[in-house]
């Protein structure tokens, strides 16, 4: 622990356990965001499958509450992948704080190699909002 010398045991082993929890929140919430998304995929295909049952008699109702619900999966959707998508910052953000109070070898180690972006959030976001687009046409073309 280099910017502290005078840590104690306990200081070290705090920053160890903080570390690994932050790592575990961030795999946790990581695949909570695919799950959102299957569940929103999964919906977009209930919603087709039943606009696909009523076929024949899909009336300006039908399809307006098959629109408004596919509407309401895609902003719930979105809101849910955002909501953990800043836990996620949040968390490398401690990561990041963390590290610091880590020794130089370790910091050397770290930044050895340049870490890319994750932007693995952005791909399911378009995955909603154009299943969400595709939803929406296939309900007003009557299937």
């Known amino acids: 622990m280099s910017s502290n010398a ?3 045991d306990q200081d070290r082993d705090e920053l160890i356990l903080l570390y690994e929890v932050s790592v575990q929140d961030i795999a946790f919430f990581k695949k909570q965001q695919w799950v959102a998304t299957n569940y929103g995929v999964a919906l ?14 899909l009336t300006l109702a039908h399809k307006v509450v098959l629109l408004v619900s596919s509407l309401g999966i895609m902003l719930a959707g979105i809101g849910v992948l955002c909501h953990l998508q800043h836990s996620i ?14 020794g130089q070898p370790f ?20 995955v909603l909002v154009i299943g ?9 073309l009557e299937l």
């Open 132 to 140: 969400f687009i595709v939803n929406a046409w296939l309900v007003t």
């Open 44 to 57: 977009y295909v209930a919603i087709i499958a039943i606009a696909s049952h009523i076929v024949n008699n």
């Open 89 to 102: 910052e949040v968390r490398r953000a401690r990561l990041k704080a963390v590290r610091e109070h880590f």
């Open 6 to 8: 005078a840590a104690t």
């Open 107 to 126: 910091r050397n180690a770290w930044g050895a190699i340049p870490k890319q972006d994750n932007a693995l959030h952005i791909l399911l976001l378009a």
